[in-house]
């Protein structure tokens, strides 16, 4: 795990300024050692923390062996070493990193070896030769990467605050502000960011610029599995079985490297499974470090369910906890919001940020999280409808009609499902009306700038399975999930890895019929049965979900005092409206609606002056 940036410019004294801030401000991503190289028009840094092969042979920029190419990387490959096996049997390696493998691979065959990769990566490669730039994301985007042009140079770089101008004023993207104020979630606007000329290469793909600056066609080299539904299979139990061993060796190939790793651990069905199957082959001499955070004595407090983790596997486990009883946002806002480069939806993302600073503090480089289990097993009270809809489309009543009664709706619920089955135009046109009606407290300038913005972006169809899950993956869900872990991993130092998004588990997962996902009113039921054995019956039985839950009305009640005083002359929403709003909070009258549109316009007004941005 490193930092990158990269510049194309005829301009040698820019380059020579930019590589010299992006080694600076790209320090905390890579501490252990860190490499230059440049050439006529091209300059290349890289900060590099040591995961695999901690000695010099992993140093980079890295040129390959026929000295064509010259790399910089960020990520892991957790099949490079059978990747070195399959295509270069007898080789002479210089080391055992997977930067090393990467580029004799692309040597032999080009784009090509990006299909065969098992891992994360943001990787840009400079063909001397040819004078190009290729530059690729991994399938689910778990590394970043950004891009700034300009008239005299191309910038790219693992984070935004190398390609900003801080003494300058910097443009916000009015509709990537103006949906996340109305919604919290912004994924599906692709390639955006929160700044006006700042862009992040869509995950999945590759492309080539050239040493004009001009850009080549993106390439998807993955796209997410759509199997048809008349070759969907009923999950018997030896898929379960298939299953069980994907998860497993997703989780154990993402145990490698050569410094000490650890895992985080809510007490929900997701992160348990990782923990179980990390401890199922630790030993009481040589047990995980595993974080926790929880809010004790509280309806939220998930302790009990984190002890039964502990109980099952014993010595093998080293728990380390943190009261998140004592977040409080005055402290810990700004710093999070430096972090993450983005305003981001709750107080959860400073809990996930106390985790790595318990394992910084441990000296351990790499945490295994339960993170893109929801979205793969559709965990979501929205996947469920969403399922019931699809199936009473297709007039499965058997299996609906008694589902939907195990699952406590509300009238209004069930109303909705039927709508999504029999008239899904309507359905979606409700969802969509709802979302633009969520704009009403958003400021009128930024309104207006907003809807200037062309936006394409179409809502899945209630009953559209397939649909759902890449709305999830490519817009809702994943993007923000993979930005916090990256952003605070990094910011101290440490890797963040996903076992559940090892693309080979969603290639298996979308062959299984929709109505494997949820029976007998319980949620992620093949994850459940999946991961039986290395659950506690506590955990498996379980039918609630959290997840590192941070009350956050509690939290604006406790310093509402702060919260007013950053959204007292905020530009970004209707002043009247958002008093109110904080009245409410203030004789504690408030609900989840008005803390949320509370805690995003605070954390917009707050990131926007951090960052010296405006409309």
Not at 129 to 156: A, F
Not at 405 to 429: D, M, T, W
Request: aromatic share 10%; with cysteine; charged share 25%.
């Amino acid at each position: 795990m490193c930092g990158i940036s990269v510049i194309l410019s005829k301009d040698d004294l820019l380059i020579d300024s930019y590589l010299a801030k992006s080694e600076k401000l790209l320090h905390h991503r890579g501490p252990d050692s860190r490499g230059v190289w440049k050439d006529s028009g091209i300059g290349m840094v890289h900060t590099r923390l040591s995961i695999q092969d901690l000695t010099d042979a992993g140093h980079q920029p890295m040129i390959s062996s026929s000295s064509k190419y010259v790399m910089v990387f960020n990520g892991e490959i957790y099949n490079h070493l059978q990747l070195r096996q399959k295509f270069f049997p007898g080789y002479c390696w210089r080391g055992h990193s997977d930067t090393e493998t990467i580029l004799e691979l692309f040597e032999l065959m080009g784009e090509k070896c990006f299909e065969l990769m098992v891992g994360m990566w943001a990787i840009v490669i400079w063909d001397k030769e040819r004078e190009k730039l290729l530059v690729s994301r991994d399938r689910y985007g778990q590394k970043p990467i950004y891009i700034r042009k300009n008239k005299t140079s191309l910038m790219i770089s693992s984070e935004i605050k190398p390609l900003l101008v801080f003494e300058e004023k910097n443009k916000v993207n009015a509709l990537m502000a103006a949906e996340y104020l109305a919604l919290g979630n912004y994924g599906h606007l692709g390639e955006e960011t929160f700044f006006r000329d700042i862009k992040q290469v869509l995950p999945g793909t590759y492309f080539w610029v050239d040493h004009n600056r001009q850009f080549g066609k993106i390439i998807n080299y993955w796209n997410i599995p759509i199997v048809k539904l008349k070759d969907k299979i009923k999950v018997g139990t030896k898929d379960l079985e298939d299953l069980e061993d994907v998860i497993r060796e997703a989780v154990v190939s993402q145990t490698i490297a050569d410094v000490p790793l650890g895992a985080s651990l809510s007490g929900g069905l997701d992160s348990s499974i990782i923990v179980g199957i990390l401890a199922s082959s630790a030993t009481t001499l040589n047990p995980i470090s595993v974080f926790t955070a929880q809010t004790p004595n509280s309806k939220f407090d998930e302790s009990p369910f984190v002890n039964a983790v502990m109980e099952k596997w014993g010595g093998r486990l080293n728990l380390f906890k943190k009261d998140l009883g004592e977040v409080r946002i005055s402290s810990k806002l700004e710093r999070t919001l430096m972090i993450q480069e983005e305003p981001f939806g709750d107080p959860s993302i400073i809990a996930h940020g106390y985790l790595m600073d318990m394992a910084a503090e441990l000296k351990i480089k790499v945490v295994l999280g339960g993170q893109g289990a929801d979205e793969l097993f559709r965990g979501y009270s929205h996947n469920i409808k969403q399922l019931f809809s699809h199936e009473l489309r297709r007039m499965n009543f058997s299996y609906t009609f008694p589902e939907m009664n195990k699952s406590n709706l509300s009238l209004h619920e069930n109303f909705r499902i039927i709508a999504g089955a029999i008239f899904p135009e309507l359905e979606r046109n409700l969802r969509e009306k709802s979302r633009e009606n969520r704009r009403h407290f958003i400021s009128q300038e930024l309104r207006q700038a907003a809807s200037q913005t062309n936006n394409s972006f179409k809502l899945a169809m209630a009953y559209e399975w397939d649909e759902g899950i890449e709305e999830s993956i490519k817009g809702v869900h994943i993007p923000h999930l993979v930005h916090y872990d990256d952003r605070n991993g990094m910011a101290r130092s440490i890797e963040g890895r996903m076992p559940f998004l090892d693309h080979r588990i969603l290639d298996l997962v979308s062959t299984f019929k929709p109505d494997s996902f949820f029976k007998n009113g319980l949620s992620k039921v093949l994850l459940r049965e999946a991961g039986k054995k290395f659950l506690p019956e506590k955990v498996y039985k379980r039918t609630d979900k959290l997840g590192f839950f941070t009350p956050l009305q509690h939290i604006l009640q406790d310093e509402i005092e702060f919260v007013s005083e950053i959204l007292s002359d905020s530009p970004w929403v209707e002043k009247k409206m958002i008093q109110q709003d904080l009245e409410m909070i203030r004789s504690r009258k408030s609900n989840g609606n008005i803390a949320e549109r509370v805690w995003r316009a605070m954390s917009l007004t707050l990131w926007a002056k951090i960052f010296n941005v405006e409309l």
